[in-house]
């Protein structure tokens, strides 16, 4: 019923492998980057709320949250979350991540165009991503019992819903490289970091952008590798 491509699998092992190579890196640097003091003594939750009130953001607030690399901003409620560790230290690496989750806030006061098109697709990725396989499953098995071409509609409106879930992150990317262009360019211009732990925060946000990246090509192959099993069995 499924064509397992040794070629493609051996691809996805790749991608799993780069990811969790990139994954540990992003780790190393924060954790050397959150030994780097900040001169001016700042904390995260400090260098949170200065960049919100110079972008003149008066209705966001800065809360901590609980867990570790958790940080996240939420347009729903106009909250800046910072892990405990992001909220209350004062190093490069939280200046960085505080930072960077601001630039977030301020696209959403800007209505940049990008991370509006994200957030009206998150409801249908919160559903689809776990859902999208089933269905395609689900209509591979019914076109393989029956032999009609209902089950091979029902694989591709599966198919459909991924490709959703697959453009969301890509959609992910430039939200994310606008947020950082956008920190780096407050810090810079405002002298809130020496040059050493300017390039400590640059270096840590380039990392966790690679996240990202990564995460794109292994939804774009695991959408192909699907369009390969439905399409396949369709012939």
């Known amino acids: 019923m ?9 691809m996805l092992g790749a991608i799993a492998l780069v990811s969790w190579a990139v994954s ?12 780097v003091q900040l001169r001016n003594g700042m904390s995260g939750a400090e260098i949170a709320e200065k960049m919100l009130a110079d972008h003149g953001i008066r209705d966001v607030r800065v809360i901590s949250t609980e867990g570790r690399l958790t940080d996240h901003y939420n347009p729903a409620d106009k909250t800046v979350n910072l892990s405990e560790a992001v909220y209350n230290e004062r190093n490069a690496a939280a200046a960085a991540v505080a930072a960077h989750e601001c630039g977030h806030a301020v ?3 800007q209505a940049y165009s990008m991370l509006t098109l994200r957030s009206q697709m998150v409801p249908v990725v919160n559903i689809g991503s776990g859902l999208a396989p089933w269905i395609i499953v689900i209509g591979i098995m019914m076109g393989a019992a029956t032999r009609s071409g209902f089950g091979f509609y029902i694989a591709v409106a599966g198919l459909l819903v991924m490709a959703v879930v697959t453009a969301f992150s890509f959609v992910t990317l430039p ?10 360019a407050w810090l810079k211009n405002k002298n809130m970091l020496s040059q050493q732990e300017y390039a400590g925060a640059e270096d ?3 990392w966790a952008a690679r996240t990202y990246v ?12 699907w369009a390969l099993q439905v399409f396949g069995n369709r012939r």
């Open 107 to 109: 696209q959403h006061a």
């Open 24 to 35: 540990a890196k992003l780790k190393s640097k924060f954790e050397f980057y959150s030994k």
């Open 175 to 184: 939200v994310e490289y606008d947020a950082s262009n956008r920190a780096l």
């Open 214 to 225: 990564v995460a794109a090509i292994g939804a774009a192959a695991t959408l192909l590798y």
């Open 2 to 10: 499924f064509h397992y491509d040794p070629i493609y699998l051996i």
């Open 204 to 206: 840590a946000l380039k």
